[in-house]
């Protein structure tokens, strides 16, 4: 096998953890009586759930061809999914700032000033405030 190949365990869970959500799905397609769907996630379920406890690592090929599509899945998450977060929100937040004139950096310059130092309030010096920090 080859070094990235999964153990014997993982292949285990990974075929009763699908098992468990074929079975879960299947009982929500159960509930709504649309009984094929069910029936073919009934097949499903025992089919991961008894090669995941009898022969798991039969479910190498399938293992691999999951795992290659979770690849995709993750990269088209992290291209455009996170890149259109991104961009949506600081946008917004960046429209809504130079609506109300708002620098919350305070990088304006003000000549007039002789200091931008911002003074702040003190902490109390006991040191029992570090034992928890947050």
Request: proline share 5%.
């Amino acid at each position: 096998m080859n070094t990235n190949d999964p153990s014997e365990k993982q292949l285990r869970q990974f075929g009763l953890m699908m098992a468990g959500v074929f079975s879960f799905f299947g009982a929500v397609f159960f509930y709504k009586t649309w009984t094929i769907a069910a029936a073919v996630l009934g097949v499903l379920v025992l089919f991961f759930g008894s090669m995941g406890l009898a022969s798991p690592l039969s479910l190498l090929p399938i293992h691999k061809k999951w795992m290659r599509f979770a690849e995709v899945i993750g990269n088209f998450n992290a291209k455009v999914i996170l890149s259109l977060t991104y961009f949506l929100v600081f946008t917004v937040i960046r429209m809504v700032a130079s609506v109300f004139r708002e620098d919350p950096l305070r990088r304006k310059m003000e000549p007039e000033k002789d200091s931008y130092w911002i003074d702040c309030v003190p902490r109390d010096a006991d040191p029992k405030r570090y034992e928890k920090q947050f």
